[in-house]
């Protein structure tokens, strides 16, 4: 996080920037303050409860979230290390990077997190339910882990147009970039 402008769109799937593994954010200033304010920003335009570094295109140890939607309802997680998942439970994700796909994740049902807030601070938190699920899905992503690699068999067959298409889109799309470089 230098002087580079911040993030202005979600990055899409199969951009390589959702594949790799984020270092660690190691300063804590007005830049990581403004970060974090624009991921959630980018968070809320798209509907979100959940948003991570890779997805705003930075390879940082960062996500945001907010499984209400209320105003208040806004977190910041930074160098996050999730402990204690217990139990299982399956339900349906989407991801802002994954336009219209849906996959059944199966994650723990509890479980606790250890990060830093954007002044540095560490903090520990206990979740169940929705916000568990979202730090479980949210810690993928700073791994370069997606919900499509989580997919069973019959979620593979169901999403298999809509992943060539987005592959399709991207090609496309880097093929003209590409071109107007030139
Ligand atoms: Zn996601």
Redesign the pocket.
Known sequence: MSADSLPTRITIYPDPRLRRVCAPVEEFNERTAALAQRMLELMREGN?V???GP?AGICRRIFVANPTGEPGDDHVYINPELFDLTGSVEAE??????PDIRVNVRRARVCRIRAQDVDGKFFEQKAEGLLARIWQ??T??LDGR??IDRMDSTDKIANRKKIAQLEADYAKHAKKSAKARR
Do not use: F, K, R
């Not at 994700?93 to 994954?98: A, Y």
């Open positions: 979100g959940g948003l991570a997805q994700e989407g991801c802002l990077s994954l899905h949210e993928d992503h997606l919900i």
